[in-house]
């Protein structure tokens, strides 16, 4: 199988390590600027929780136009570049190819969709820390288990045979995959956790274990995962009765050095991810009037 991975950061990387390092096959990495040459020229360093391994010679290019085809897309670009990225692809996919999102928000797979006209565009669900630290080498701290965990599903079924044949590919290689009988509650599940996780984290500029150990922040945490709880439920989204419970579980198992994606880009300048994420929360709950002062104080402080 060739397998491609767009958007070689922290979770691609980390992805198409794994797959590159255990797998029979073909995987080939698209990356940029000095993060091409990094690779191109030292390989890709992985530096994670079980144990660093480094993946010479890798196989990289520097531009989508150079995928020749691909049977398995890994779409992991910020989703900021999600709709260019797609516009690129369209012209390159064929009637064969999966695509599998692993992205912050709740709607990505759709969006992928209204661009990419061939193959087929599956959602998929990242429970990882992981960051490209430098140019050519990416570090995961924390997910769960400790390595991670990787869902995918069909919106549409609760079973897909192309989907299960990648599951036990990503299984062969190290990698926690499941296929979920509900994708649109796991999707949902972890948006409950990642828009406090990354809104909270950066707002104040911490990393997780000092949120929960302050007992006022870790209420505005709290009261930030109960305002995305109650949008869920306003737009029907099917989640579990003990869905805060959950979270803030998740949360607390979570490597308390952790810091958020959204934060590690505030904190290099760069664009970042608050419209997919607290923006997306707000954008909802204008639809049902719901008072989310939280999410709001969050957007305004980082927008």
Not at 34 to 42: L, P, T, V
Not at 203 to 231: A, M, S
Request: with cysteine; hydrophobic share 40%; proline share 2%.
């Amino acid at each position: 199988m060739k397998i491609y991975i767009v958007g070689s950061g922290g979770v691609g990387g980390y992805l198409g390590g794994l797959l590159a390092k255990t797998s029979t096959n073909y995987v080939t990495f698209v990356a940029r600027k000095d993060h091409f040459q990094a690779i191109k020229k030292n390989g890709l360093q992985i530096n994670r929780v079980k144990g660093n391994f480094l993946i010479k010679p890798a196989q990289v290019i520097s531009s989508l136009r150079e995928i020749k085809n691909p049977d398995l897309i890994l779409f992991t670009v910020k989703t900021y570049d999600t709709q260019e990225a797609a516009k690129q692809l369209n012209e390159i996919v064929n009637d064969k190819t999966i695509i599998i999102t692993f992205q912050n928000g709740v709607e990505n797979d759709l969006e992928i969709k209204k661009y990419v006209k061939k193959g087929l565009v599956f959602p998929g669900v990242a429970y990882l820390i992981s960051t490209r630290i430098k140019p050519g080498v990416i570090e995961q701290i924390g997910g769960v288990g400790g390595i991670g965990r990787f869902i995918i599903g069909d919106r549409n079924n609760s079973t897909n045979e192309k989907l299960d044949r990648i599951v036990k590919i990503m299984r062969e290689a190290e990698i926690d995959a499941v296929l979920s009988k509900n994708i649109t509650q796991d999707i949902w599940k972890k948006f409950v956790l990642i828009s406090a996780f990354s809104g909270i984290t950066t707002l104040y500029k911490k990393r997780i274990g000092e949120i929960i150990k302050d007992n006022n922040l870790k209420t505005e945490y709290e009261n930030c995962v109960r305002e995305t709880i109650k949008v869920a439920k306003a737009l029907k989204v099917d989640l579990p009765e003990n869905i805060f419970e959950i979270t803030m579980a998740t949360t607390e198992k979570t490597n308390p050095a952790s810091k958020s994606s959204l934060l590690v880009d505030v904190e290099r300048g760069g664009r970042n991810e608050i419209e997919t994420l607290n923006g997306t929360v707000i954008k909802y709950a204008k639809q049902f009037n719901i008072n989310i002062p939280i999410n709001n104080k969050i957007y305004s402080s980082i927008k």
